[in-house]
T-cell receptor
Framework: AQKITQTQPGMFVQEKEAVTLDCTYD???????LFWYKQPSSGEMIFLIY??????QNATEGRYSLNFQKARKSANLVISASQLGDSAMYFC????????????FGPGTRLSVLP | DSGVTQTPKHLITATGQRVTLRCSPR?????VYWYQQSLDQGLQFLIQ???????AKGNILERFSAQQFPDLHSELNLSSLELGDSALYFC?????????????FGPGTRLTVT
């Protein structure tokens, strides 16, 4: 079974607008971490933001915020004020502390920011 | 720049050959992970080392092996190469193992098997 689901293979957003990239996950481990990574066309993987399963507040890092809804098992990435440089693949990932021990990545969402 | 270095950046080799990919983790990071990224399989976890010891294994083929040395750098050995092994191979590192430690990725080694 897929542990990480990203239902949007591709998305478009106008420059300066906000965009939400969806991620749902599946785990029965009470302790886990959720991560978002960005992969521009140059190929490198860039860490964006982290949310722990016990964190009470949604994580924020600059223009990135994570909309964490634990009961729904969703961890959507919100990018505010989109920039042309945000055009990239975005991967949601999860690591379980007890059951998995490994990072599992979703299939990714390709975001294109339009001028 | 994540602080993780990988060499070589590109590698072109023939089927049946053997190659070694090298990774140096960020200073202070004890854990090293290897991933394979191909168009049809996405990003697949291969193997993890922590402070020299194998910690976890993912979808790593028997033709592939890895090790982490006392200075914490790691090597991924790929042998009897097949066309399907063509992919981008990433190394990542984290301070420790555990869900709260994010991984920092190297720039990757692009392997082309002809």
């Amino acid at each position: 079974a897929q542990k990480i689901t990203q239902t949007q293979p591709g998305m478009f957003v106008q420059e300066k607008e906000a965009v939400t990239l969806d991620c749902t996950y599946d785990t029965s481990d009470p302790s886990y971490g959720l991560f978002w990574y960005k992969q521009p066309s140059s190929g490198e993987m860039i860490f964006l933001i982290y949310q722990g399963s016990y964190d009470q507040q949604n994580a924020t890092e600059g223009r990135y915020s994570l909309n964490f809804q634990k009961a729904r098992k969703s961890a959507n990435l919100v990018i505010s004020a989109s920039q042309l440089g945000d055009s990239a693949m975005y991967f949601c990932a999860m690591r379980e502390d007890n059951y998995g021990q490994n990072f599992v990545f979703g299939p990714g969402t390709r975001l294109s920011v339009l001028p | 720049d994540s602080g993780v270095t990988q060499t070589p950046k590109h590698l072109i080799t023939a089927t049946g050959q053997r190659v070694t990919l090298r990774c140096s983790p960020r200073s202070g990071d004890l854990s090293v992970y290897w991933y394979q990224q191909s168009l049809d399989q996405g990003l697949q976890f291969l193997i993890q080392y922590y402070n020299g010891e194998e910690r976890a294994k993912g979808n790593i083929l028997e033709r592939f092996s890895a090790q982490q040395f006392p200075d914490l750098h790691s090597e991924l050995n790929l042998s009897s190469l097949e066309l399907g092994d063509s992919a981008l191979y990433f190394c990542a590192s984290s301070f420790r193992t555990g869900s709260s430690y994010e991984q920092y990725f190297g720039p990757g080694t692009r392997l082309t098997v002809t």
